[in-house]
């Protein structure tokens, strides 16, 4: 067996999984709404992978988005107010869809809000990471989002890549999935240049790949092009979790990866002793 095929066989192992899931990937294109079916799917694969016996953590964007629905499918918020607003709403929204969708299957989901101060204020880190390890021993759902109604420019962990990556880091996750709307890192855009090549395995992330990230952005409704994705993989693999990131438009995909198959790109952790959380999140308020 080759090396690629070794690493993937290796997430059929994962036990603690952590999954970000974008607003793109959970409403609909041409109206905005949520895509229910989609959720509705998700949180089944979900269940399922905690009834395998893994640990499974889920970073949510979409509660602007879902805001925006609730309130008539207004214009797109522009000031940070507006979307403070748009996120109070829909957050609870989001939430009453999730806790549906998971009580059918006879699972509990949580919220869990979390700021930049959370993390960088030692307490509260470590009060945040007590609540996911029981909440997780509980057999429940943590579902995460940044704490938007609360979280002004400064406060910002920017996107919703770098949180899961944070999280994942966080609780110690040996595996993270971020599923966008793009298949994987590319050589280039594949939308502006043919020839650009997947790339289907990241051993370390070098410089040149950062630049190949900045010109290969996905579209997005929420936040968060490639090079975000590429921070993302950097806190991830460097707190010793590997990471995916691979097409959310089939959220099939996640069994996918954890059965093994060749499924978007995968980054390789490595053992990191040094590794402090600290030096991932910019202090400068
Ligand atoms: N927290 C934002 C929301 O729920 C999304 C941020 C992101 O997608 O990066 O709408």
Redesign the pocket.
């Known amino acids: 067996m080759d090396t690629d095929n070794l690493n993937r066989e290796k997430l059929k192992n994962k036990k603690r999984v952590v999954i970000k899931i974008?607003?793109s990937s959970l409403t609909h294109m041409e109206t905005g709404k949520l895509d229910l079916l989609k959720m509705e799917k998700l949180i089944r694969i979900l269940c399922d992978l905690r009834g395998q016996g893994r640990e499974v953590v889920l970073v949510?964007?979409?509660?602007?988005?879902?805001?925006r629905q609730a309130l008539g499918g207004q214009k797109r918020p522009d000031t940070i107010s507006e979307?403070q607003a748009?996120?109070a709403v829909?957050?609870a929204r989001?939430m009453m869809v999730y806790q549906k969708l998971f009580s059918e299957y006879n699972y509990t989901a949580a919220q869990i809000l979390l700021t930049k101060d959370t993390m960088t204020n030692e307490v509260s880190r470590y009060n945040a990471q007590n609540t996911f390890d029981e909440l997780l021993k509980l057999g429940v759902i943590p579902i995460v989002?940044?704490n938007?109604t609360v979280s002004t420019h400064e406060i910002q962990?920017?996107?919703?890549?770098?949180?899961s990556a944070i999280v994942a880091a966080l609780i110690g996750a040996d595996l993270l999935i971020l599923l966008s709307d793009i298949n994987g890192l590319y050589s280039d855009d594949p939308r502006q240049n043919p020839q650009a090549e997947f790339i289907g395995l990241v051993e370390e992330i070098t410089p040149q790949l950062l630049v190949m990230g900045k010109s290969s952005a996905g579209s997005?409704?929420?936040?968060?092009g490639m090079s975000?994705k590429l921070a993302a993989a950097r806190i991830a693999t460097d707190s010793g979790s590997d990471m995916v990131i691979a097409n959310g438009e089939n959220v099939e995909i996640i069994h996918d990866i954890m059965s093994g198959e060749e499924k978007g790109t995968l980054f390789i952790a490595h053992t990191n002793l040094d590794f402090d959380l600290m030096n991932y999140i910019d202090h400068e308020y």
Do not use: H, M, P
């Open positions: 974008g607003s949510s964007s979409g509660a602007i988005a879902a805001g979307k748009y996120a829909g957050q989001l989002n940044e938007d962990f920017g996107d919703n890549d770098r949180l997005d409704v929420g936040t968060g975000s």
